[in-house]
């Protein structure tokens, strides 16, 4: 028992005389952490495991099938999202690889179970819920994934319908995968997928074969790192700075240890008072930055300076950089499963003709935005002197961010308005004249009190204008 004391209290100086020795003794870098361990996908796995078990349940071979070809393309997915911890942000040759990945992956349900009427409306669902992945490549993930499960539900009821065994509990677990995904995306990549490794990769293990089933994908080749210069290398200068800081005692053993344990106070004595605003400053640390003191932030009221465009991608229309135009959306190209995205436009009056899932105004100044009907929400962010209109119903709207918005409702009043940050938002509706009432000013004033019966403070907000 005395000797496992000694022993105890020997280890417990030896590390104290570590930490006197100012780290002469080389420190141990743990590892970098694995990929893999990057987020924790457990949530995801098992709702991966269940659907799987589900589709056995069937008894479909085609349904095992379609189930596979989706785990395979949602843990592909998975594999982009962990390598942005590790390496730079792909170039756009890369970024476009990936898409024809997906995309490939996708035509396969088409062809061979969709086009041909196998499974039509089981292949549409799996089809509809997958285009969540293209998250990955969006600026606001959340709606779009918020807006791929409410059409996929859709799709759902159908299947449901046909009453077929085992089925229904099929899609259900499909439909949390679905949400699973989201509760991910929205707790960590809440304004889209982004790069924070320092890495160059080529990105080629994304697209093997072998790491497709697999749930822990391997490292991604390296780029070799650059060569720096050896004549810039500047000389080394840390042994004359610190030339006067105390070394290990001389001596081996436990007896230089005791040594310096019995100074006491007097072993302080050795080290060196160093002044902190004298210390040298790393060359990679960026300077501080001065900015303009003003009272708020104000949106940019600039014109857009880049090349208009107006592209259809999967499932989403992206109007960017118009200026002073009419632009109308709608027909056989706009469909229920189409996120209208506008960005960076100026002084354009916009009508959109379909009902779609949802849309987008980002960063967009003196702009009018007529719509029929919307699946789940409008949200405007960042925004100044932009007019909405709903001829029909939207179920939600979200206002982030901006100045001078008005939203003007018609037939369907049971729009919930969600406001942050907002300075001069106005709601008004058209009445059966089909005349504008007075314009509802949302409130941007609350009051805080006490509440002593509820034992807490209560904030309620302000309205002046009643």
Not at 285 to 304: E, G, M, Y
Not at 363 to 368: A, P
Not at 418 to 440: C, H, P
Request: aromatic share 8%; with cysteine; glycine share 4%.
């Amino acid at each position: 028992m005395a000797e496992s004391r000694l022993e105890a209290l020997i280890i417990r100086l030896e590390k104290v005389a570590d930490r006197l020795e100012g780290g002469n003794k080389p420190q141990s870098h743990p590892q970098a952490k694995p990929i893999h361990d990057s987020f924790d996908f457990s949530k995801i796995h098992s709702s991966y495991v269940a659907f799987l078990e589900a589709a056995k349940a069937t008894g479909l071979e085609d349904i095992n099938k379609m189930s596979q070809i989706i785990i395979d393309l949602f843990k592909f997915h998975e594999k982009i999202v962990q390598a942005s911890v590790s390496f730079k942000k792909p170039t756009e040759a890369v970024y476009q690889k990936i898409q024809a990945h997906i995309k490939d992956s996708l035509a396969v349900l088409n062809k061979n179970y969709i086009y041909p009427r196998v499974l039509e409306f089981q292949g549409k669902t799996i089809l509809e819920g997958a285009s969540a992945i293209f998250w990955i490549f969006s600026e606001m993930p959340v709606p779009a994934i918020k807006g791929v499960i409410e059409s996929t539900e859709y799709s759902v009821l159908k299947v449901k319908s046909q009453q077929k065994e085992g089925q229904n509990k099929w899609v259900d677990t499909y439909i949390t995968i679905l949400k699973e995904l989201l509760n991910f995306v929205t707790a960590t990549f809440s304004t889209g997928l982004t790069w924070t490794g320092k890495e160059e990769s080529d990105f080629d293990c994304l697209f093997s074969d072998a790491d497709v089933a697999s749930s822990t994908p391997s490292t991604c080749s390296k780029a070799e790192p650059k060569k720096e210069d050896p004549k810039k290398a500047e000389p080394k200068k840390e042994e004359a700075k610190h030339a006067d800081i105390p070394t290990k005692p001389a001596g081996g053993g436990m007896g230089a240890l005791f040594a310096q344990l019995n100074k006491g106070e007097a072993i302080t004595k050795e080290l060196k008072h160093v002044d902190k605003k004298k210390l040298p400053i790393p060359e990679n640390v960026p300077k501080p930055v001065v900015h303009a003191t003003t009272k708020s932030a104000k949106i940019d009221d600039s014109l857009p300076t880049e090349a208009a465009k107006k592209t259809k991608g999967y499932n989403n229309w992206l109007v960017k950089n118009f200026v002073n135009e009419q632009i109308e959306l709608g027909g056989d190209d706009v469909t229920l499963k189409d996120m209208i995205i506008f960005e960076n436009c100026y002084g354009c009056t916009i009508r959109i003709t379909s009902k779609v899932k949802c849309i987008s105004i980002n960063n967009c100044k003196k702009l009018l935005v007529a719509f029929t009907s919307v699946l789940s929400n409008v949200e405007v962010l960042h925004s100044k002197s932009v007019e909405v209109f709903c001829q029909e119903s939207c179920p939600s709207m979200s206002v982030d961010a901006s100045e001078s918005i008005k939203v003007t409702l018609s037939k369907d009043l049971n729009t919930e308005i969600i406001s942050s940050k907002v300075s001069e938002l106005n709601v008004t509706r058209l009445n059966d004249a089909g005349e504008y009432e007075k314009d509802f000013p949302v409130t941007e004033q609350f009051s805080t009190k006490w509440d002593a019966e509820k034992g807490t403070f209560v904030t309620t907000p302000m309205n002046l204008f009643l």
